[in-house]
């Protein structure tokens, strides 16, 4: 599971009624019959967890009228019927606090609908694959969060996946805000589609009152009528919003990407940083006379047919700079400082609109403004990718996407070595380079074979190499996912030294980026001067610091040993898994909505010490089950509670996923 699972739900039970408690469904009475009637005998705070992946028929709507959490379990994927839509709403006296969260779920043509009518509201909805076909109003589609109340509204909107095909309703939403008292909280890591033939608002926010909003690392494409939009309704609101590291892409030149009204005598604060926008009729463009303050840097607008409008009206008190403003037909404004005019080199143009080598949006940001915009609202450092922001001494590309990763399969035809040697630019002549290893048995959506043996890298000749640390010769057709990250906060080589950083079975990283951080995203590969034929497996622990710690506890670690490092901030391609499995099987299944049905990706991962799995794992791609495993390669169980951290290269999955257009999951076999 993820760790948003338990630590949501923990969050829930503590700041709720303390005397919440669990139910399971299907599980024994009040939960043997529908999940419905589930949910009805649920109490205030209570939390109901489905424990089926199965598809449920609810009828056309899911109840939830009380505060509550309704979450997958760990393990399960639970799939409402095309036709059915959550339907949360809750009606309690003024002033009152009470919280929602629901999670977990597919609906394969439905919507969640949150209503809070009075009280203060904390709700939070993540994680949620959603499918609309049909809309009845400009509300229901997608995700819609109201309050008519008049109590605060917070709110969270997380990694979920959403697509909108309408044709039958105009600006259908992905992600709808609409509090009268106004909100606070944020949209981020959400995946944003839209097909049908009317125009999308992909992340509508419409305060009545005094509002504050952080939305970033989206994406946001097809047909669209706004990409993020924000509309006070009330004349004298006070609007404060941050978009940060947001990709946004229209078909067809429809609709606006970033698009902001102003109320006519009250105050709105944008902060609109390193943003990408391509191909839509607006880039970033301002309605009416309101006042406008904030800045718009670092942003990349190309290939729209107006790319920024910002009026004299509202142009005293709202800067911009750092801007790359290219190929659009029109632009109705003064450029600021920074601006840059000259051809991005989009990876694939609109298609594509991450930066290519060569790229003058490289570095090129203000990366100082960037830094602190995200450090004074508690913001992550990711990119519209969820991997790291900053890069080589701590500067930023203009626009969502951050350059420099590079990721590549290495695939060995014989089995007649025991040291395969990688043959790439990104990583030739490189021999300060800290790149990663993870075994994989489908390397860019081809099957491979399994290699039952520890490895690591050494480096020889300006090349690296993959080693079998126990000097055994290598499977044919065995497979490694490789992960060259550029330099950088987060990307470090570490080295044992007794006396020094070995303690037992461990050894301590002392690293600025990672000491007092114990929630970054970590992974580790064994680099050769010596061998370590020995499973390990990264942790946070005493001190502060993070460790290396021996699995298999056989010996102290060793001193002398080197092992590059990469840690970054959680994301939706970030982030610590824990098996739900129980240790009942050899593996565990990953559910993360970037990579579930997608054999391109390009995933990478490291033990935790939470299970002690002394073992080799590599990655699996099941197929029948539309998911990736992480497995034990000599087919041992694997242990209870097992964690792992994981990251996923979603540029290089989105790659490989156009270069093998005509590879479908028809010719795999497990």
Not at 119 to 139: E, M, Y
Not at 442 to 447: I, L, N
Not at 519 to 526: C, E
Not at 621 to 636: F, H, K, P, Q, T
Request: with cysteine; hydrophobic share 40%; glycine share 10%.
């Amino acid at each position: 599971m993820r760790l948003s699972h338990v630590a949501f739900a923990l969050a829930v039970l503590f700041c709720a009624d303390s005397h919440g408690n669990a139910l399971y469904w299907p599980a024994g009475a009040p939960c043997d019959g529908t999940l419905q009637a589930c949910i009805d005998a649920a109490n205030t705070n209570d939390v109901v967890y489905v424990q089926t992946s199965a598809t449920i028929y609810p009828g056309p709507y899911l109840y939830v009228t009380k505060p509550m959490s309704l979450l997958a379990k760990a393990g399960f994927r639970p799939v409402l019927v095309a036709g059915s839509t959550i339907s949360a709403h809750y009606t309690p006296t003024a002033g009152t606090n009470w919280s929602l969260a629901i999670e977990g779920f597919t609906l394969l043509d439905g919507m969640v609908i949150v209503q809070a009518n009075e009280g203060n509201a904390t709700v939070t909805l993540r994680d949620l694959d959603i499918t609309t076909l049909n809309a009845v109003s400009t509300f229901t589609s997608g995700i819609g969060l109201r309050n008519s109340g008049t109590g605060t509204l917070n709110f969270e909107v997380a990694d979920n996946r959403i697509h909108i095909a309408i044709n039958n309703v105009s600006e259908p939403p992905g992600t709808y805000v609409d509090s009268a008292s106004g909100f606070s909280g944020s949209i981020h890591d959400n995946r944003i589609t839209s097909s049908g033939t009317q125009g999308m608002r992909g992340i509508a926010l419409f305060p009545g009152a005094t509002s504050s909003v952080g939305v970033y690392a989206n994406q946001i494409s097809g047909t669209l009528g706004y990409g993020i939009t924000e509309f006070p309704y009330n004349s004298s609101a006070a609007a404060t919003l941050f978009a940060v590291s947001n990709a946004i892409s229209c078909a067809a030149q429809s609709g606006s990407g970033l698009a902001l009204v102003t109320a006519a005598s009250g105050t709105f604060d944008a902060q609109l940083f390193n943003n990408t926008v391509v191909g839509c009729n607006y880039g970033f463009g301002v309605s009416n006379t309101g006042a406008l303050t904030g800045r718009l840097a670092n942003n990349l607008f190309a290939y729209n047919a107006i790319g920024v409008q910002i009026p004299i009206a509202n142009a005293a008190g709202f800067t911009n700079d750092h801007n790359l403003v290219f190929a659009n037909a029109n632009n109705y404004y003064t450029p600021g400082a920074g601006t840059i005019t000259s051809d991005p080199l989009l990876r694939r143009g609109i298609a594509d609109a991450r930066l290519s080598s060569g790229s003058p949006a490289i570095d090129a940001a203000d990366s100082v403004s960037l830094h602190e915009l995200l450090n004074n609202t508690g913001s992550p450092e990711i990119d519209a990718d969820g991997l790291r922001r900053f890069k080589g001494t701590s500067l930023a590309d203009i626009g969502a996407f951050e350059f420099g990763d590079f990721s590549l399969t290495q695939r060995n035809v014989s089995g007649a070595s025991s040291a395969s040697t990688i043959d790439g630019a990104a990583l030739n002549g490189m021999v300060n380079a800290r790149p990663q290893l993870t075994p994989t048995r489908m390397a860019e959506s081809y099957q491979a074979t399994s290699n039952d043996h520890y490895t690591g890298f050494d480096y020889v000749s300006s090349h690296y190499r993959i080693r079998d640390e126990d000097s055994a010769v290598f499977s044919a057709r065995s497979a490694f996912n490789v992960f060259a990250p550029a330099p950088g906060p987060g990307v470090l080589l570490h080295s044992s030294i007794a006396g020094t950083n070995v303690f037992g079975f461990g050894t301590q990283i002392n690293d600025a980026y990672l000491n007092d951080q114990p929630n970054r995203i970590v992974l580790a590969t064994h680099r050769e001067g010596t061998a370590f034929d020995h499973p390990f497996s990264a942790t946070y622990s005493l001190g502060n610091r993070w460790y290396l710690f021996e699995s298999d506890a056989v010996s102290d670690f060793p001193n002398g040993l080197d092992f590059h490092i990469y840690a970054q901030d959680p994301s939706i391609n970030a982030f610590r898994w824990i098996a739900p499995e129980g240790g009942a099987t050899t593996y565990t299944v990953l559910d993360q909505l970037v990579i579930n049905g997608e054999p391109c990706a390009q995933i990478y991962a490291t033990p935790g010490y939470s299970g002690l799995n002394p073992h080799p794992v590599e990655l699996r791609y099941a197929s029948g089950l539309r998911r990736w495993l992480i497995e034990n390669i000599d087919a041992a169980t694997l242990p209870a509670g097992q964690d792992f951290y994981v990251v996923v290269d979603e540029a290089a999955t989105v790659a490989c996923r156009y270069e093998h257009i005509f590879h479908d999951e028809f010719e795999l076999r497990d």
